[in-house]
Structure formats: structure tokens, C-alpha cells
């Protein structure tokens, strides 16, 4: 079969006239037009595809596909082999797609208001975003995936709010949010991660430096500003401990056998301003020895601020003079970003961002060493702007160049051998379009990654789509890692609404949805058909009733105005990907309603009038017929 090499249907359709091919767009590297570089990127990531085939074949017999055997195509009627989380940014939510297709397949609303969904318009996420700061907008950065054992179990996933410092729960059963925590003592998150192997603390880097209490007597003293770590139980979604450290945390990741969280630091020397931030030489990656904290917190050595037991793990603390310090200080080059944890749990790597290195450290080494620097063991120079490393499980380290507009695949054990600073480690670059932050490798942040499929999360698209405008697309390209032999190749785009940030990526056999929902799991009370009814009591009204094909549970239904009007709807569909859904435009009212699904939704009736209540879901031949009336009489 001849080999069809990707499309760009950009490239050479426009005149000489366009911005990409002036001489301010070359490629210092290459001395090449963007444009240029933009069709030698496709032509090196040109690769075959395979009709009629789907997932990954192994003509090797090796348990991984080589390039040329591999078919990114899903068919019409076929399923992707992967779920990716990715981070929806400053829409608020979670955006799951499949891989290898890189079809969108929903939109989780966590932090954001969202009607198809019913999402904040019924009483109980309304309620959840409500008591967890309601804030009018959420910026959703980093998507984790429980783990039992290091390996994904499909039961959360966990998300930050870097904008409000909040925590999010996914629930897995039913892809919808159901837990939001307000974070005192911060102010912006970033950072979600696990301790592992078995997820039972859920973690936020707090990145903002703010004073502790934040009560407005120490507004302009730097020096008592901070940042903290905090440490949240996954099935409560409580706060159970924080940790103060100098600087600016950034990101972070968990070890893999319980004790150690890893997060990055800026700003090490607390200032204010952008070019005082940036002055150290050095910054560090901070080593929290979570067993010793939860160890210092049941020996009551904490302050407790705001109702959570904050322990002080500044470096002048005499937590940290002992011989088991709670909080170790790594130098690292300054201003470094992403920190991950090798599959096997042996190294900690961190990105350099402003340095043209990845520091690898030793984890077991922070028990044999006096010097905390000592924990260095490798230093590859990969190139310009690394930010964040994802791993294959064979070895191979997949770092970001944010600078270069490149992926970065190197040996982490010759990184190791390697003298410092040295290019040797490096096994090839490819190009990417354009500046990529995160990026994510299949189950790289567990114990075992399947090491077929990788995604760059870019930050710029420039004219890889058809153009929309000052505010384009950002580009999430799927690379195919599985062939070391052959290289990584480019296999496609595809455009992603500003701004994500990270993501996660599961096999589909460790997550299992339900296909309608079990009402034993709802909070809401189950209306059946005998269970109609409309109850009146002192100027509130409570209106129970069903969903159906075609009809509600009452035609009519009459309240006085100023009434406090609950309805109750059950959709007691038992079809799978049958919704209805409870719409009263006049009130803000759109309730979503999957099959055996139960909502209730609260409002007052200060409108007189006739309101049709209606589906808003195309449910039937009959969908425009379903519909009944809320009658609101006026005062006397």
C-alpha cells in the first residue's frame, strides 16, 4: 500500500506577500521561511496508514508496533484504544478525547457553568460551586488519574484551579465532577498530583506567595509572604495538612512508593517584581518527605491557620536542622518548571525552562547524603526551553523545548553516565508547531507506560489551521513513539480552544462508565410514576414528577407568585443515550436528565405568567411536543 503522507492545506496557497514567509519569520536554527520549516515538518512526519485497520499491529513481536505498521485512523464504528484527559484551561473543564483518533469525545465542566450539561444550573453542582468560593470562572491546568498499585484504577481524575487555588474530583462512573474544594491559606494552584502507588493524598502546589493568615497586616512585606504545599484525602476532598516553603512552588509529581512529593520552585529569594524574581542563579526542586510531615502534624508541631494544621518547612525551620528534614532544597538552574518521576520511581527530573538542561536526581539518595546537591546525578543538555518530561517505559526520557518548538527524546540512564551538560544522552528531536508546554506520553505517569503514543501540547498554531481571527487555535499533535529504530513520527493535528495545559492518557480497558446512571448513587430522591405529586406548604412548592419520551409527569402545573418553586424530575428511561432535559428559559432553568438520572432544581416565581417547560434534548418524533405548562398566578 502506498504510504499517504499528512496534508498541510496551507502550505504554498497563499502569495509571497503573507507575514510567514517575510525574512522576520526565519528559523534562526535553519535558516529557513517558518513556512519552509513548516512543510519539512510534515514531511518528516509523513508515515503510511493502514485502510480498514485500527490500533497498533506488532509485526515485531516485541509487544510494540514499528512506525511503519502503525494506523492512527479509527474508522466509522471503531474505538480508540486510548482516553486522554486534557486540561480545558480557562474554559474551566476537562476535555476528553480519544487516541488515536483525537476526536473529541466530551466536555467535563468543573470549574465553568455549562447548560447541555445541566452543570451548575441544578441544586446540588450549583450548590458544589457555591460553597467552594463561587467564582465566576476557573482555570483548569493539570488532570491526574487515580492509581491503585501504580497503575490506573478509572475511579478520578483530580484537577487544579491555578486561577482560585481549588481542587477538583472526576468522578469515572459517570464523567462528571462531584466534589470542589476551596483551598485556604492560597491563593492560585498549580499543580495536581498523587502520592502513590495508591492515591491517598491528593496534593496542590501552591504557587502564589501570599501572607499566612492573609488578613491585610502584612500587605506590602514581601518577607512574610508564602507558599504552601497542601495535602487533601481523596474520598473526603479535605484539607488534611499544608507545608510553608520559601519561594514560589510550581509544578510537582509524587514518588512512587509513598513518602516523597517533588514539587519546583521560582523566585527563591521572595520578591515582587518580575526582574527581582528572576535574579537568583540558582532556584531549587523541594524533596517533601510526607511521611516525616504527617509525623510532625500528630506531634502537634504545626500552627493551625484557618482551620488547617499548616508545619513550617522553611529552610531556617528546626523541622528541616534534624536529621530527617521535612522539606530538602535541591539548587537547581534558576526558574525551573516541570518536575515528573521516572516509571520505576528512581530519579526525579526536572526542567530547566531559562537553562538549557534537564537535572536528574537520585531519590534514594536523600537518605546517604549530607549535602542535599549531592542527589544530582545527571545533567543532559537537551535544548532550548525544556518544560515538561514524559517517559516510553523503555529508557527514554520525552522532554518539551518551548523555545526550539521541539520534542526532545534522551537516555536517562546515559544522562546518568554522561559527563554534565553534555548533548550525548540526546536520541533525536522533532519538530513541533509551535512552543509546546505540557505533553504526554500513554500512562507515562504510571509505573508501566505503554510507550506507543505521545501528545505535545503546543501553545501556538500560526497557520496550521484555516484562519479565525486574532485568537487561534492551539495544536495538540500526535506523535508515534513506538519504534525506536524509525524514530518519532508526526501523525497529526489537532486544534484545541486556548488554553490547555496537561494531560493524562488511559488505556480504555482501566476505565468502565456506566452506561445509565444507578440511583442508588444519586443524592436526589427517585420519582417514579407512582410517585407524582405536587406538595404545597407555606408559600413553597414542591413538584415531583417524571421525564419520558414525548411527556412530563404533568401537563400543567399552577403556582402562586413568590412561591419557592422545587421541581423534582426523575428520566426514567432505562435506553442508554436517551436524555431529556428540564428547560424554563424565563427562570435560568436547563436541567440535564440521562437515563434514570434524578435532578431538583430551586427558584422563585416572581414572574407571572405562562412558562413552557420543555426538553431541550432531541429525544423523540415527538421532541417538540414535549412540553408542559408552569402556570405562576399573580399576588392579590
Excluded at 492545506?9 to 497563499?14: L, S
Excluded at 482560585?164 to 468522578?171: L, Q, W
Excluded at 531559562?354 to 534514594?364: A, M, R, S, Y
Aim: proline share 7%; glycine share 8%; net charge negative.
Amino acid at each position: 500500500m502506498t504510504p499517504t503522507p499528512p496534508t498541510d492545506a496551507t502550505a504554498d496557497d497563499r502569495d509571497s506577500e503573507t507575514a510567514a514567509d517575510t525574512d522576520d519569520h526565519l528559523i534562526p536554527r535553519l535558516g529557513l521561511p517558518r513556512r519552509d520549516f513548516i512543510k519539512a515538518g510534515a514531511a518528516v512526519g509523513a508515515m503510511g496508514t493502514l485502510a480498514g485497520c485500527t490500533g497498533l499491529l506488532d509485526n515485531n513481536g516485541d509487544g510494540v508496533a514499528s512506525a511503519s505498521d502503525v494506523d492512527a485512523s479509527v474508522p466509522p464504528g471503531e474505538l480508540d484504544e486510548y482516553y486522554a484527559f486534557l486540561s480545558g484551561g480557562h474554559s474551566g473543564d476537562v476535555r476528553v478525547y480519544g487516541v488515536p483518533s483525537m476526536r473529541q469525545i466530551m466536555r467535563i465542566p468543573v470549574f465553568n457553568y455549562e447548560s447541555a450539561r445541566g452543570y451548575g444550573h441544578d441544586d446540588e453542582t450549583r450548590e458544589m460551586l457555591e460553597s467552594a468560593g463561587d467564582y465566576t470562572w476557573g482555570d483548569a491546568h493539570h488532570p491526574r488519574v487515580s492509581q491503585t498499585d501504580n497503575d490506573y484504577d478509572g475511579r478520578w481524575v483530580f484537577i487544579n484551579d491555578k486561577a482560585n487555588g481549588r481542587m477538583a474530583r472526576i468522578n469515572l462512573k459517570y464523567f462528571e465532577t462531584d466534589a470542589i474544594v476551596d483551598i485556604p491559606n492560597t491563593q492560585g494552584v498549580h499543580g495536581a498530583c498523587a502520592r502513590l502507588p495508591d492515591t491517598d493524598l491528593i496534593f496542590g502546589v501552591g504557587e502564589y506567595r501570599v501572607p499566612i493568615p492573609n488578613d491585610g497586616r502584612n500587605l506590602d512585606d514581601p518577607d512574610a509572604y508564602e507558599s504552601v504545599l497542601t495535602a487533601i484525602e481523596p474520598e473526603s476532598m479535605n484539607v488534611v495538612w499544608q507545608v510553608r516553603v520559601d519561594g514560589n512552588l510550581d509544578n510537582g509529581d509524587g514518588g512512587k512508593n509513598g513518602r516523597w512529593f517533588f514539587a519546583t520552585d521560582y523566585n527563591s529569594d521572595g520578591a515582587v517584581t518580575e526582574s527581582e524574581m528572576a535574579r537568583p542563579d540558582t532556584d531549587y526542586l523541594k524533596a517533601f518527605d510526607t511521611i516525616a510531615i504527617e509525623e510532625a502534624v500528630e506531634n502537634g508541631e504545626y500552627e493551625e491557620i484557618n482551620g488547617v494544621p499548616v508545619v513550617d518547612g522553611t529552610t531556617e525551620s528546626p523541622l528541616n536542622q534534624g536529621d530527617r528534614p521535612l522539606v530538602h532544597y535541591v539548587d537547581v538552574p534558576k526558574s525551573p518548571h516541570g518536575v515528573s518521576v521516572t516509571p520505576d520511581g528512581t530519579y526525579a527530573i526536572v526542567s530547566g525552562k531559562l537553562d538549557p538542561t534537564c537535572t536528574v536526581v537520585e531519590i534514594d539518595r536523600f537518605d546517604e547524603v549530607d549535602d542535599p546537591n549531592d542527589v544530582i546525578v545527571g545533567q543532559p543538555l537537551v535544548g532550548g526551553g525544556p518544560l515538561h518530561t514524559a517517559y516510553d517505559g523503555r529508557g527514554h526520557a520525552y522532554t518539551t523545548l518551548f523555545v526550539d518548538s521541539q520534542v526532545v527524546k534522551w537516555d536517562i540512564e546515559a544522562a546518568v553516565d554522561a559527563e554534565r551538560r553534555s548533548e550525548d544522552p540526546i536520541i533525536e528531536k522533532i519538530d513541533v508547531h509551535y512552543n509546546p508546554g505540557h505533553l504526554i506520553a500513554a500512562e507515562s505517569y504510571t509505573a508501566d507506560p505503554q510507550g506507543d503514543w505521545l501528545i505535545s501540547l503546543n501553545k501556538l498554531s500560526k497557520d496550521r489551521f484555516l484562519p479565525v481571527g486574532p485568537v487561534h487555535p492551539e495544536n495538540d499533535q500526535l506523535i508515534y513513539i513506538g519504534d525506536d529504530d524509525a524514530g518519532m513520527q508526526l501523525v497529526k493535528d489537532t486544534p484545541a480552544y486556548p488554553e490547555p495545559h496537561d494531560a493524562s492518557m488511559v488505556h480504555r480497558s482501566k476505565i468502565d462508565p456506566e452506561p445509565v446512571y444507578d440511583p442508588e448513587d444519586l443524592e436526589t430522591e427517585y420519582v417514579d410514576v407512582d410517585d407524582t405529586e405536587v406538595i404545597r406548604e407555606d408559600g413553597r412548592v414542591h413538584i415531583k414528577m417524571t421525564s419520558q419520551r414525548n411527556e412530563f409527569g404533568f401537563h400543567d402545573v399552577t403556582v402562586q407568585e413568590g412561591d419557592e418553586v422545587t421541581i423534582t424530575t426523575t428520566n426514567i428511561e432505562t435506553t442508554s443515550d436517551l436524555l431529556h432535559s428540564l428547560a424554563i428559559p424565563q427562570y435560568d432553568i436547563n436541567v440535564k436528565l440521562a437515563p434514570q438520572e434524578t435532578r431538583e432544581v430551586t427558584f422563585t416565581a416572581d414572574k407571572p405568567g405562562v412558562y413552557w417547560m420543555y426538553c431541550a434534548y432531541f429525544c423523540s418524533a415527538l421532541h417538540l411536543e414535549m412540553r408542559s405548562r408552569l402556570l405562576v398566578e399573580p399576588e392579590e
